[in-house]
Each structure stands twice: as structure tokens, then as C-alpha cells.
């Protein structure tokens, strides 16, 4: 029997164009009978490498305008809200280092959907730990406990190693799909990343 | 009688992905009935505001290795050829100035057209008066009064225009496409923009 074709997932839960793609990978992945794997990773500290303090719609404020109108426009298209949380971007590592006992423990298609809606539907502030811990029990776990194990020395180092693996796959924006040796870049490549991985 | 819908076309001729949708746009227009408003500007004086020296993907490495491979199963997927010209990128100084008095003549689309498959399907320099002496009489124009009328104050004058009315609108990438009040950015909103012209 064929194995199962797969599609790595690479997001960081600050990403505006991520929340696109989070919210239609289950279904598109399903069509195509793709497995995802989720990958939250910190974007910001590939931003850092670079020289950037911030993401490139805030230095570049053309860019940043044009971003949140482009969103506004796909958003309505697709029928899903669209709400800019202020501060942009949203402090994301907290939201990661969850993500990381979510890839461990199995929930993370749910609770990075959760996420999203909450920051880019609502505007909510997903820094805060009473946020997540909302998301968490929406899904029905046990916040608590999942926020203590985020903060753990084991669940930081697992975060760093994938962050470090993003960049040995020369990842340098979110979101990223990753088939085999085959890297794209942004939502608006989500179809043809599809496509390959079924090839 | 309704006017006939229009779309703002902005290009640099040493852009990528501005090559991807020269090839198809005069096509995609058709089909819609809309009206290209050609529009040839200098990308890099607006690189230059925003402190770059050269393009981004020169600037971030991996960002440059993405765009290549992106153009290839791009080129391969829409069948065309692809060959990324050396050095990138390239000088467009002279095809923007002749490519302005393309526009005021009325032969913008053919010239545009042929410098981009000269440069990105066989890797031709553009910056050299005789492959753009070789573009124009292909489609049969005086090349030798055209390279004189391109370097006319009146002619550097008006391309200076041109960029300043590109910051003006906001631009900040190419190819960009502007329908009334809305900017799309990329090949990628080529659709989306042509849908917005026509509602």
C-alpha cells in the first residue's frame, strides 16, 4: 500500500497570512487525502537573523497597508472575519510553546484554529494566558495543566530545535509548506504544495 | 453605454513575477473586456527610499532561492520558459525610458511583451541598446529614432512622473495593479484585480 502523501505546515501564530491557510488546510488536505503536519515555529527569530526588529509591515508601511487591505478583501471573499489585533504582530511565543505540547499530544489542528479565530476574528491579545487558556477549554482540555507543561525546559527546547529546523529548510516566512525538499511560500501557494505532495 | 472597465498595469522591467503576468494579462483582459492601462516605473527608486540597494531577494538569500524555484514550477506549470538572466537584476533604466514612449506611441503591449521573454526566457541583457534595438524591429518599429526619442528630457521627464505616481498610489512592488482606489500586489491578485475592475 502507498503510504499516505504528507504536507509539513509551517506557521507562526502572529502571521496574518497563516490564519488564511489554518483556515482551510483541514478541509483542502481531506479533498486530497494529505496528511498535515502541523508545524508552529517562531518566526520572529528569523526575522532577527535578518536584521528586522519587527515584521516587515511595520517597516515598510506600503507593505503593511497594502497586507491589511489585501486581507480585509480575501477575508470577505472566503466568508471569514477579519480583525487586525493591536499591537501587530502579537507577541506569539507563548502561543507556540502550547502549540508544542499540542504537536506532542494531538490537539494542535483544534487549538491552532482556536487561536487564529481568536486573534484575527476577534482581535483578542493571544499573549495573554487567560486567552489560550479560553481556546484550551473550548476543546475541551485541561488548560491548566497544558500551561504549566508550555513553560517547561523541555517543551522551550523542543520549540528552539524546530525553529532551528526551519531554518536548515531555508524557511523565511510564514505561512511555509514543505513537500519532501519542495519549499512554498504563502497562502497563495497552499493549492500547488497540495498538488505536489499528491504527484 | 457604460464605460468599458480599466485596470492599471505597473511593471518594472527587471521584475520576476512582473514577467508572469506580462504573459497572460493581455489575454485574461480580454476575456473580460477590461481595458490595460500600461504603466512601466522604476521599481528601485522606490527600493532606494526604503534603504535598499538591490532587489529584496539579492538582499535576503533565502527569500531569492524561494523566488527561483517558485518561477520554475511556475514557468513550467504555465509553459513558459524561465532563465534568470546574470547579473539580477537586471539595469531596466533604458526599457522603462523607451517603454514610456511605448506608451505615449501606442506600441507598449508588443514591446513589453518581447523584453520580458528576451530576459527571463533566454536571459538576454536588457540594459544593452541592442537587444532593445532587436526587440522593437521585431515588431517592425524604427529602432534607431526610438533609443534617440528615450533618452529625450521629455521622455526621462515623464518616467520620472511615472515613479513619483506609483509612490503616489502606494505602490511598493511590482506587479502591481490598481482599479480605482484598490491596490492588489503580485501576479497572484492578477485575477482578483480583473474581477474587481469588472464589478
Do not use: C
Not at 491557510?21 to 478541509?27: F, G, H, L, Q
Not at 506600503?62 to 466568508?79: S, T, Y
Amino acid at each position: 500500500m502507498a503510504e499516505r502523501p504528507r504536507i509539513e505546515f509551517w506557521y507562526d501564530f502572529a502571521s496574518t497570512y497563516s490564519y488564511l491557510s489554518v483556515m482551510r488546510i483541514t478541509a483542502l488536505a481531506q479533498v486530497h487525502d494529505i496528511r498535515i503536519e502541523w508545524r508552529p515555529f517562531l518566526l520572529g527569530a528569523i526575522f532577527a537573523r535578518q536584521g528586522w526588529s519587527t515584521s516587515p509591515f511595520n517597516l515598510y508601511p506600503a507593505k503593511g497597508r497594502n497586507m491589511m487591505r489585501d486581507l480585509e478583501r480575501l477575508a470577505q471573499e472566503r466568508g471569514l472575519g477579519f480583525r487586525m489585533p493591536d499591537p501587530f504582530p502579537q507577541n506569539s511565543l507563548l502561543a507556540a510553546r502550547v502549540g508544542t505540547v499540542g504537536v506532542e499530544e494531538g490537539w494542535i489542528a483544534d487549538f491552532t484554529r482556536g487561536v487564529f479565530q481568536a486573534e484575527f476574528a476577534t482581535g483578542a491579545q493571544i499573549s495573554d494566558p487567560q486567552v489560550l487558556a479560553g481556546v484550551l477549554e473550548d476543546i475541551h482540555l485541561d488548560a491548566k495543566r497544558i500551561l504549566a507543561a508550555a513553560q517547561s525546559s523541555e517543551t522551550k527546547d523542543a520549540l528552539r530545535r524546530r525553529t532551528d529546523e526551519a531554518i536548515a529548510k531555508d524557511i523565511y516566512g510564514a505561512p511555509s509548506f514543505v513537500v519532501g525538499q519542495e519549499l512554498f511560500w504563502g497562502d497563495d501557494r497552499l493549492e500547488q504544495a497540495l498538488r505536489w505532495a499528491e504527484s
